[in-house]
C-alpha cells in the first residue's frame, strides 16, 4: 500500500539545474520522513537531504547546502528535490525514501539510510558536458 514513486531525472549539463519528485501514495506525509539518497556505481550509498513528518524541519549533507532544497507539497503530497548548480560529481542513482517520524519536537531527520523502511526504484541523474 505504501509505495513511493521518483521521477524528474535526466541528463543535463555542468551548472544546469532538475527538480526531482518523490510521489507518495497509500499514507500521509506528516507521518513519515522522507529522504533522498544517491548512489553512484562501486560507491557508497550517500544521504542527500531529508524532510521530518512532523514540522517539514529539513537537513542536507555539506555536498548539497547551497545548492539543493527540499521542500514538501502536502496538497500533491508530494517531496522535492530542486538541485541547482550541478557537476559531474553529482551524476548517481537518486532514491527517495521514508522512515516513521518520531512524536518529539527536537527533531533533525537523519541522513543515515539504516532508519529508512521503505525504498522508490530511483531515477538517474547524469551531468555531462
Known amino acids: 500500500q505504501l509505495q513511493l514513486v521518483e521521477s524528474g531525472g535526466g541528463l543535463v549539463q555542468p551548472g544546469g539545474s532538475l527538480r526531482l519528485s518523490c510521489a507518495a501514495t497509500g499514507f500521509n506525509l506528516d507521518w513519515y520522513d522522507i529522504g533522498w539518497f544517491r548512489q553512484a556505481p562501486g560507491k557508497e550509498r550517500e544521504g542527500v537531504s531529508c524532510i521530518s513528518g512532523r514540522l517539514g524541519n529539513t537537513n542536507y549533507a555539506d555536498s548539497a547546502k547551497g545548492r539543493f532544497t527540499i521542500s514538501r507539497d502536502d496538497a500533491k503530497n508530494t517531496v522535492y528535490l530542486q538541485m541547482n548548480n550541478l557537476s559531474p560529481e553529482d551524476t548517481a542513482g537518486y532514491y527517495c525514501?521514508?522512515?516513521?517520524?518520531?512524536?518529539?519536537?527536537?527533531?533533525?531527520?537523519?541522513?543515515?539510510?539504516?532508519?529508512?523502511?521503505?525504498w522508490g526504484q530511483g531515477t538517474q541523474v547524469t551531468v555531462s558536458s
Open positions: 525514501a521514508l522512515q516513521p517520524s518520531p512524536l518529539v519536537g527536537s527533531y533533525v531527520c537523519p541522513l543515515d539510510s539504516i532508519p529508512y523502511s521503505d
